[in-house]
């Protein structure tokens, strides 16, 4: 069985727009603008790889609706896998030529140092199976070593609020007096 990568060397399509292409792909791959902007920056970047033909062909329509174009090839196959890899139990039938290999898009860098960094392997951006729970995990919260001790419960039904002082004492009746004139 054929294996394919797919990378990204920050090029779109024709008629995209960057702004509109950049949002697409935060929203595709559930990332932060810092890991977009790694996309666009002119390293071919390999966004997905040991995929099967229908797995990369999904990637590769998924980008370029979202604007972006990509670059499939088919991975090196090891020598040693082939040998330690058992018979197929029953053969296939071939794909149609039209199916069997995508067609390999090679893209030039955009400027002589951009051209630095053309076989610069980048770390893989998968995408998030369906359901995946995407949030950080914490480490659990550890609650503050208090010494409460010199603290007491105040009765059911007690005052709670400030003590009286004797300047809070009640202004005396005055009602009785009056003015003369």
Do not use: C, W
């Amino acid at each position: 069985m054929s294996l394919y990568e797919i990378a990204f060397s920050g090029q779109l399509l024709p008629g995209a727009r960057l702004e509109q292409v950049e949002a697409n792909l935060s929203k595709l791959f559930q990332a932060d603008a810092q890991r977009i902007a790694q996309l666009f920056s002119g390293r071919r970047i390999v966004i997905k790889q040991n995929l099967d033909f229908a797995a990369v062909e999904k990637y590769r329509q998924a980008m370029e609706r979202a604007g972006a174009q990509v670059e499939v090839r088919p991975m090196p196959v090891d020598v040693e896998e082939i040998e330690l890899a058992p018979p197929p139990v029953e053969a296939a039938p071939a794909p149609s030529e039209s199916a069997a290999a995508p067609q390999s898009l090679k893209v030039a860098p955009r400027d002589e140092y951009m051209a630095a960094f053309v076989d610069v392997e980048a770390p893989d951006f998968g995408i998030a199976p369906v359901g995946a729970d995407l949030q950080d995990t914490r480490a659990p919260i550890q609650t503050p070593a208090l010494d409460l001790s010199q603290f007491s419960l105040a009765p059911l039904g007690s005052d709670m609020s400030e003590r009286r002082r004797a300047t809070d004492l009640p202004a005396p009746d005055t009602s009785h007096l009056k003015l003369a004139d």
